[in-house]
């Protein structure tokens, strides 16, 4: 059963960078795709970057191209997002993803319990 935990949330100033990360267990790493996906309060969840089990392909959601990068550590078994020039409406409960379609057609997908980013002006 995968497991997935978040770290690097926390509260800073408008313009300000950080460093979301998601520590993978309990699953092939490697196989997986891994995604960021973020909550504001009082909205549905939505997609921020997703990265492929190789790292050679990404995708952003229009809002951060350009200010958010996201990263893979296979070795560690980790993801990253780094966040620079945060705004305010970046502020919002974000989850670390991870998927994989079996090539039985099963999809395997879990969920980290998410962490507080908020950005002040």
């Known amino acids: 059963q995968g497991h997935l935990i978040e770290s690097g949330g926390g509260l800073v100033q408008a313009g300000a960078s950080l460093r979301l990360s998601c520590a993978a267990s309990?699953?092939?790493?490697?196989?997986?795709?891994m995604g960021w996906f973020l909550q504001a309060p009082g909205k549905e969840r939505e997609f921020v970057a997703t990265?492929?089990?190789?790292?050679?392909?990404?995708h952003y959601a229009d809002s951060v191209k350009g200010r958010f990068t996201i990263s893979r550590d296979d070795a560690k078994n980790t993801v990253y997002l780094q966040m620079n020039n945060l705004k305010p409406d970046d502020t919002a409960v974000y989850y670390c993803n991870a998927y994989e379609v079996e090539s039985s057609g099963r999809l395997n997908d879990y969920w980290g319990e998410g962490l507080l980013v908020t950005v002040s002006s």
């Open positions: 990265i492929g089990w190789s790292g050679a392909t990404t």
């Open positions: 309990g699953l092939t790493f490697s196989s997986y795709c």
